[in-house]
Each structure stands twice: as structure tokens, then as C-alpha cells.
């Protein structure tokens, strides 16, 4: 994604138009490292905890990941569907890890109510 950006940022229409000023550029690379570098990071260090905390989880994962991925075989999207407990397994790493305990602060842009809730 960063190399597309790069190129679309440098592209002619772009530098013409001044469509992707280079400021732009900046803060999207800042969101891929720092939204997208710590949560990917941790998840997998939480992944790695719960699976060494719950073997027979790790043992039941790793033989589906066998089965479906003979040895050296990489995983595509295609695999999704035949991992159903890896899956799950991510799931409840999500589900249950603090990753983002506090979240991003959010506000409405104008007072909106929304299921007999106003959200100033
Ligand atoms: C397991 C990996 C990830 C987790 C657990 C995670 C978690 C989150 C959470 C909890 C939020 C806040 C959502 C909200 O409160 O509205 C968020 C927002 C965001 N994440 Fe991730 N994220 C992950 C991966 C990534 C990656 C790989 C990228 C970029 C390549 C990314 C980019 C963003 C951005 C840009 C936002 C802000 C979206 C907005 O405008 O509201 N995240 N993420």
C-alpha cells in the first residue's frame, strides 16, 4: 500500500492537479506505522502468550494448520475457509487481549440522537 500511495503522490495527474500534497503523504505513512505497526505487533505477542498458556488450543490449531498447509505451504485468503479454529483462535485473541485498551477519543460532529441516545 505505501508503494502505491508513493507512486499516486508522485503520479503526473497528482503533481498537476495538486490533488495529494505532499503533507498528505506524510500523515498516511504516520497512520500505517502507528495505527497499523504496534496493533499488528502486539496482537501476535498476545497470540503467542495465550497459545503458550493454552497448549491443548495450540496443539488443536497446529494440527488444523498441518492439515490444511502441508509443510511449507503459505497461507492465502483461499485457506480462510478451511481454518475455522485458527480463526476462532485469532478471534479470541482479539476478543480478550487489552490491545487498545482506552481507544481513539471520538465525538459527533453535530448533536445526533441515535437509538433514543443523543450523542452531543
Ligand atoms: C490486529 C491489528 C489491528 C488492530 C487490533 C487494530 C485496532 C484498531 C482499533 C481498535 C481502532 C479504533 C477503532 C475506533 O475506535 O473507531 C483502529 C483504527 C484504525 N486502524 Fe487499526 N488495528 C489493526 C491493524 C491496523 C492496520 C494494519 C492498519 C493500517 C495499515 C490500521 C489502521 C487504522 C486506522 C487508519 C484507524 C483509524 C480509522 C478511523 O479513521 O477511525 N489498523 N484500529
Known sequence: MTRGTLAAAQSAVYQSCRAFPENDLFIVILDLFFA??????????????????YTEAQHKMQAEVDEVLPKGTLATLQDRARLPYTEAVIHDTLRVSSLSANGGSHAASK??????????
Not at 497499523?36 to 498458556?53: M, N, P, R
Request: a negative charge.
Open 36 to 53: 497499523g505497526k504496534e496493533t499488528t505487533a502486539s496482537s501476535l505477542v498476545w497470540l503467542i502468550y495465550y497459545l503458550a498458556t
Open 111 to 120: 448533536d445526533t440522537m441515535l437509538g433514543g441516545l443523543c450523542y452531543p
